[in-house]
Each structure stands twice: as C-alpha cells, then as structure tokens.
C-alpha cells in the first residue's frame, strides 16, 4: 500500500513538472527569441546580466539573443568579458541600439561592432570609443598611444571577423569618431547590417537571414511567430548597478563623511555611525567597479581634513575656504575622465556646500561643548553650592544637602548650620567644602 501510494504521487509531481515544463517552452515548431534590454554603464554587473542572458537562452533552446542597448560606454575588461560569451553563444546575437535617440558609445561600440547581427534605430549613434585610463588618471602620452592602439586591434579584429568596415571602426577609436545609423549603414563595408524601427521590426527582417557566426558557420535566422522571451535583471543585480552609478556613488560617499563625522563629533549618537558606515562600505563598491580618479578622491579627504582643522587651528577662515574648495574640484575630477558617467555640478555643488557648512556647524557646536564644565557625576559636583544640615569643623565632618541630594562633607575651617557652602574638592563619598563667601580656588 505504502509502495501504491508513493508511485501515485510520484507520478503526479512528474505529470506536474512535465506541465510545468510545457509551459515555459516555446510551442512545437515556434521559435524562441530571448530578450535582453540594458540601459546604463558597463561594468561587472551588466556584464553579468548580459552573459547570463545568453546561458539562458543557450539551455533554452532559443533561435536568437537580442540585446537592445543603450550606453553611454564603461570598463574595457567588463566589455571583453560580454564580447567572449557572445562569440561562444549556440545561438546568433543581435545588438540592436534603440529606440530612436539612443547611443551606444565607447565601449557599447565594441560590443555593437562584435555581434552577429548589428542593428539601429533611426536617430541613433554608435562610436567615440577611445579608451581612458580605468582609474581616470591621466596618463603619460605613450601609455596612452599604447592602450589606444590595443584597443583599435581590438576592434579591428571584431569588425574583420563580422565583415565590417575596419577602417572606420579603427577610426572610432583612435580618432573618437561617432557615427549615425545612415553613416554607419551606408560605409562601405557598413558598420552595422540594417535599421529597424523597434524589436518586432528587427525579428521581421531577420527571418530567412543567414548569418555568418564568428568561426566562419553560417546559420539560417527563422523568426516567424517568434515567442519572444525577456530577461530581466535580478534584485541583486539591480540593487548592484544602482549602487554602481557615479551619481549614486557619489551621494553614498558624501553621507557616509557626513554619518561619520557626526558620530565622531557626538560619540554615542550610533544612527549617524551605522549609516555614515553602511554608505561608505557601499560607496567604496562602487568606486571598484567605476573608473574614479584617485587625485579627485584624495582632494575630497584633503578638502575634509582641511574642515576639520579649521575648527582648531585659528586661520581666520582660510582652512575653511581651502577645505570646500578641495572638495569641489576633487568631487568634479572623480568621474570627469570618463564622458557620459560624471556626476553632475547639479548634485556636486550643493553636497560640497552641505558637507561644509554641517561639518563646521557641528563642529563648533561639539568644541563648545566640550569647553563647558560637566554638570553631571562626580565633575559636576565640584563648584557646587549647598547647604550645611550640621555645625562642620575640620575634626567633624557632616551633612550637607547639595544637588537635591543628601551628602557628608568635611570642611578645613569651621561652618555652622544652615550656612552656604562650596564643595572644592571629591573624595569618595566624602566631599570637601568652603564657605561659599570665600574666593574660589
């Protein structure tokens, strides 16, 4: 019985799966096209979503992959890595660059130039791929030489694989030339293989199109009645890659100095600490993955360090002056060397301001604070005035009643009851008092 009852619902999960199974695949004889829409910086984690929309569409059996991409350009290695899985994809993929209006420069060049089918929308523009340095320093005129003739083997080497104009793809990236979808379709040989209005216009042509694959096969694109299929980015990926953006990035550095600072002017407070902490160690992620030029971050810490000094060195505010300076034009050179992903004066500007006017605001505020004498535990007893309860002598101690509180007291001359006195001095439980009309020590 126990056997019946075990193969019946094995049965039913593998009826169950075997359902489940028929309905994410494609219906017999349709084919599957597998989506895949990118709109930001290259770096490790587009190329993660990229290349993971590709095995994706590798264990599902799909007749193409289509990334719509739009990007302003990001990190060579991160391109190289996007360009290696698409060489060894089972199916064709297609870069269409879309809609209207959209660009795919500097490294979105390489990654367009790279695929099997290349594709734009009208009033798009691919190109300007001349490399930088990866932590936006500038650097000396042959390394410079060097990296961008790499770069233009690079392309060159693509584009004489896909059958596309080396001329002009060297050109882009060692001039920065850019070119329109009707300049990049009608060079000879183009840039690209056609123009499409949108994603179903794009399938539309490619049906019956035969596409030469890296290795020289060729494969017969058949896209009627595709099922198209998007990925989307994970939740991981997409909390990543918004961290990731310079702006984002930016604003985390700047409220972890500001939680940071907070905390170390007002010990305890831990809100400010945990969160000044948190954005600070996830600023510091993005500043891995994007090209940050060192100088600007070290100008950010000197123009900090410089806030911090004014509260203590008197310089009639030329620390201060220095300070948000530095932090201005270290803020700028962060992300400056890499076009499309700086940061914005829009947003620079007033955090710069923010940063100094709290850390000088708290600050003077904390120093004021610690020049006043404590008002609380043993400290702030001394200076107190009270009252005598008993007649005291330097031979016979008393009480007193000071701060509400009921206290023995010795004092080296004599005070009768009632008397006001002053306590000068904390031993133990013991305080030691002088008549209040006598000058303080």
Do not use: C
């Not at 990001?74 to 879309?98: E, K």
Request: proline share 6%; glycine share 10%; net charge neutral.
């Amino acid at each position: 019985m126990a056997r019946t009852r075990f193969g019946v619902l094995a049965a039913a999960l593998l009826s169950l799966s075997g359902a489940v199974g028929a309905a994410q695949a494609p219906p017999p004889g349709r084919p599957l096209a597998v989506v895949a829409e990118f709109d930001g910086i290259i770096h490790p984690i587009s190329a993660e979503y990229l290349n993971d929309t590709i095995n994706q569409a590798d264990t599902s059996g799909a007749e193409v992959v289509v990334f719509i991409l739009r990007t302003p350009g990001g990190l060579l290695d991160s391109t190289r890595a996007i360009v290696s899985r698409m060489i060894t994809s089972r199916a064709p993929v297609v870069v269409f660059v879309g809609p209207s209006g959209a660009r795919s420069a500097s490294a979105g060049f390489v990654i367009t130039i790279a695929a099997d089918v290349a594709v734009m929308a009208p009033g798009t523009h691919i190109g300007a791929a001349h490399p930088v340095s990866g932590s936006g320093q500038p650097i000396d005129e042959t390394m410079a030489k060097k990296a961008a003739s790499d770069t233009a083997a690079y392309a060159r080497s693509l584009a004489e694989a896909r059958g596309r104009n080396v001329t002009l793809s060297a050109d882009a990236v060692l001039e920065s030339r850019a070119f329109t979808d009707r300049e990049a379709l009608q060079a000879t040989p183009p840039l690209i293989d056609f123009t499409a209005q949108n994603l179903e216009d794009v399938l539309r042509q490619l049906d019956g199109r035969t596409v030469t694959r890296f290795d020289g096969r060729t494969v017969t694109v058949n896209t009627t009645n595709a099922q198209v299929v998007r990925v989307e980015m994970t939740r991981r990926q997409r909390f990543l890659s918004a961290i990731a953006h310079p702006q984002v990035a930016y604003l985390l550095m700047t409220l972890g100095m500001l939680g940071l600072t907070i905390e170390l002017w007002n010990p305890g407070a831990v809100v400010p600490g945990v969160v000044g902490g948190l954005s600070l160690l996830l600023a510091f992620f993005a500043l891995q993955i994007l090209p940050v030029s060192t100088t600007g971050l070290l100008l950010v810490l000197f123009g900090l360090g410089l806030l911090i000094l004014e509260l203590k060195v008197p310089s009639f505010g030329v620390l201060g002056v220095g300070g948000t300076i530095s932090l201005l034009v270290g803020s700028i050179m962060m992300t400056r060397q890499t076009p499309g992903i700086a940061v914005s004066l829009g947003i620079i500007v007033p955090a710069v301001l923010a940063v100094a006017a709290i850390v000088l605001f708290l600050g003077r505020l904390a120093l004021t604070a610690q020049a006043r004498p404590s008002t609380t535990g043993m400290e702030g007893l001394i200076g107190a005035e009270g009252r005598t309860r008993v007649p005291l002598a330097p031979d016979a101690p008393g009480q007193i009643d000071v701060h509400g509180e009921i206290w023995r007291a010795l004092s080296r001359e004599a005070v009768p009851a009632g008397a006001t006195v002053r306590v000068v001095e904390v031993n133990g439980l013991t305080l030691v008092v002088e008549p209040a009309t006598s000058p303080q020590t």
